[in-house]
C-alpha cells in the first residue's frame, strides 16, 4: 500500500477533462505539482458526489496553494466527464478502468454483496514535486470522507 514517503507509484491512463486526453503522473508532476489524488470508488454515488463536490468547493485554494486536483476511479473516462458535466466539476478525473492504477497504490476493494470487486478505497495522496508522497490517507469505510482540512494543509507545508 502506497504510503506517505514513498515513491508515488507512475501511471498513465485517461483523463476526462471536457474531453479525453492521456495522463501521465510523471509528465504532469514536472508542471503542475503538487498533485492530489483524490481515489473513489464510484461516480454517481451518492458519498463519492459529495466528496467530489467538496474538492470542487475548495478548489480555490487549492489553485491559491499552485496544487492540482485529480479525481481517480474505475468509471470509464465517458461517464467520468458525464459525472464532471452533471456536478459542475473543473477538475480532470483519471479513468482506472483496468484497476492498474488502483493495483499500484495498493488499495483495491470489494463491495462482495453487490457483485462489484476491485474499485478504490476512497483514498487522498499528495504527490510533490520530487514524485514523493508527501501525504497519505486511506479508508478502509467508503462512507468516510478525508478530512478537506488535513489534506490542504498537507499542500500548504509544501509551499
Do not use: H
Not at 99 to 118: H, K, N, Q, S
Amino acid at each position: 500500500m502506497a504510503a506517505t514517503g514513498d515513491a508515488a507509484p507512475d501511471f498513465t491512463a485517461p483523463l476526462a477533462n471536457g474531453d479525453i486526453e492521456e495522463f501521465s503522473l510523471s509528465d504532469r508532476l514536472e508542471t503542475e505539482s503538487p498533485i492530489v489524488l483524490a481515489f473513489f470508488p464510484g461516480a454517481f454515488t451518492s458519498v463519492c458526489t459529495t466528496e467530489m463536490c467538496a474538492f470542487q468547493d475548495r478548489l480555490a485554494a487549492f489553485n491559491d496553494l499552485e496544487a492540482t486536483v485529480y479525481g481517480v476511479s474505475r468509471d470509464s473516462p465517458f461517464t467520468l466527464n458525464e459525472f464532471r458535466e452533471q456536478n459542475g466539476l473543473e477538475f480532470g478525473l483519471i479513468s482506472d478502468y483496468n484497476r492498474e492504477i488502483t493495483d499500484e497504490y495498493g488499495i483495491p476493494m470489494d463491495f462482495a454483496d453487490l457483485g462489484v470487486y476491485g474499485v478504490a478505497k476512497r483514498s487522498v495522496f499528495v504527490v510533490d514535486g520530487d514524485g514523493q508522497i508527501a501525504y497519505s490517507w486511506i479508508s478502509d469505510d467508503p462512507g468516510v470522507e478525508p478530512d478537506y482540512d488535513d489534506v490542504e494543509a498537507a499542500v500548504e507545508n509544501l509551499s
